[in-house]
């Protein structure tokens, strides 16, 4: 079965240290090009949707960290009129971005969506896609049933089949998305973004470190345990980004398990199909 892919765009990657990598822009992170870029390469890959962070976080150690607002509902509502089929999704706490978030949706042909934050449940005129993450703080059976797609961050294949199985429980039909933080330079990178941080970064989902090959593996294996897809977390902007768009994808498809091109259709319809055949 094909599974699903997305991207979570967050500043410059999400690992702390991102910005200071080898060949990074930090000044770049507050431009439309910049992103537009970003989310260009995730639909050259093929992608279902890009996820938009509402922060960007700068740190020179673990105890100096600058965090400043990024306005996502702005950045994917540039970015769509320079993009034709991939879904946009910023995160948003607002309550006041319901009529926005469905002006966005009807210019850019469907495929908007909103990734709610916090304890917010929107109502959207004309039901653009709707995501939540689960966590310490939204038990999973919670936040599925206050969405279209619910993220989760299992760190093994067995904890991945509890979530999704709990998900689907508290609501039928709704789509899983396992969350993974990716460093797909492997190991060598990965230890110079925790040496430049002064810190072993963990993160609150799965850290994947090694081959492009290798992570389709794990991929396909929590597929089989129920996931439905995945929202990668790049660590390293555009470099992760490249990695997944140019050899995570092919080796997905290599294995019968990714479509040879981009979905057509609209965000919301192509991501909840199986809730509506199952109250059909």
Do not use: N
Not at 171 to 197: H, I, S, Y
Not at 233 to 248: E, K, S
């Amino acid at each position: 079965m094909t599974l699903h892919l997305a991207a979570a765009l967050d500043g410059a990657g999400w690992h702390p240290a991102a910005w200071r990598a080898e060949g990074a822009s930090p000044d770049a992170l507050f431009t439309a090009a910049y992103w537009t870029y970003l989310v260009q390469e995730a639909e050259r890959g093929h992608l279902d949707f890009v996820t938009f962070e509402d922060v960007i976080r700068l740190r020179t150690c673990p105890e100096d960290e600058v965090v400043g607002p990024l306005d996502a509902m702005l950045v994917a509502t540039a970015v769509a009129p320079l993009t034709s089929r991939i879904g946009l999704v910023p995160a948003s706490g607002r309550a006041d971005l319901a009529a926005g978030i469905a002006a966005l949706d009807r210019a850019s042909g469907g495929r908007a969506g909103w990734h709610a934050t916090g304890e917010l449940r929107p109502r959207l005129p004309g039901r653009p896609l709707v995501t939540r993450l689960a966590g310490p703080d939204l038990p999973v059976d919670v936040a599925a049933r206050g969405c279209d797609v619910v993220f989760v961050t299992p760190h093994g294949r067995g904890e991945a089949a509890v979530l999704a199985e709990r998900a689907r429980r508290a609501a039928p039909g709704v789509t899983v998305f396992a969350d993974v933080a990716v460093f797909l330079g492997g190991p060598e990178q990965k230890g110079r973004l925790d040496d430049l941080d002064g810190e072993v970064y963990e993160g609150d989902a799965h850290v994947y470190s090694g081959s492009a090959a290798g992570l389709a593996h794990l991929l396909l294996d929590w597929q089989a345990a129920g996931i439905d897809g995945f929202r990668l977390r790049p660590a390293v902007l555009p470099h992760d980004l490249r990695a997944i768009t140019r050899h995570l994808v092919p080796a997905l498809r290599a294995r019968g398990a990714f479509r040879p091109g981009q979905p057509t259709g609209d965000l919301r319809a192509r991501l909840t199909r199986k809730r509506f055949a199952r109250v059909s």
